[in-house]
């Protein structure tokens, strides 16, 4: 394998290569060069194509082992420990495929951080390692910005907040504008777990400043909008937050999973602040029935559920929703604030 500037040089002998895109049909041909701002194929027509590493949702390899996508469908399908097994299995069957054994670090790296967000806090140490490896490793690798805010995320959980300020500040280096507004948004929810209210309402407020027509920049808008309503609940403003968090629903597209059950969790909080409690519990049941693959943002409305349900007089489908908690997300910090 060859080193062209901040390119990596690919041979793909012959096999076809699939980078799945966000804005539209995927490209398809041998990967001839990855860097850490795009990856760019043949096509089978001899048409060359450069995707930006913003733009890329996954890479199928056409010498990858057949685990490896076994290990992605797990991922996409929730099992995070079937997909870190296969994962596993992937990485003992690479071979000398520079390429695939850097996207399987990357993967493990990934669903490894997933798992601590997601299921287990102490897994928190050990995602930050191979995250930090990868990208002190592979900082010409397209997945490298990637990184960099999945461990920011780790960081901020594991409230690591200065680690969380520095890799924050480095993806706001990235060259597209929605990173640069996910970073300016993980920087506020730091300012905010910090206390810092105004700092947090400041940084929300500039990316919702600035105009954007891309779904990831519409996204990260939206997910401004709702970080905005999180602070002026905080602050007691809970009807100025409600018509903010009303917002963004309309707004978000219902395939944006992760936002919709953030505002719907968020609009439960402000109805519940308000006394409001069927009307919580309606928003709140959004989540386990609408968005059950955002396990965050579902252990977090089960909590809810189970407290709620019985000021509603329904004190069986509290415990239905306890029990939930429980067994499916026994390490997550929402069982533990359970009463």
Known sequence: MAMLSASVLISSAGAVDIVNRKSGKAAQGDITAIAQQSISLKSGIGEMIEVPANDIISVRWGAEPAELNLARSAEEGGSLARALEQLKVSAGNAGTNAAVKTEIEFLTARVTARVALEEDASKLAAASKLLDAFIKGQSDNFRYFDALQLLGAVQLAAEDYSGAEASFRMLAKAPWSDYKMAAQNSTAKLAFQKGDLTAALTAYEQ??????????????????????ASVQLKQGNADIALQAVAEAIAKTDPEDSAVQAGAWNLKGDCLKSQGKVKEAILAYLHVPVLFEKEKVALAESLYNLAVLWPRADQPERGLAARQELQENYPDSPWTKKLP
Not at 209 to 219: D, F, L, T, W
């Open 207 to 228: 990316v919702l400043s600035q105009s954007g027509s891309s779904p990831g920049e519409i996204s990260r808008r939206n997910e401004a909008l709702i970080g905005k």
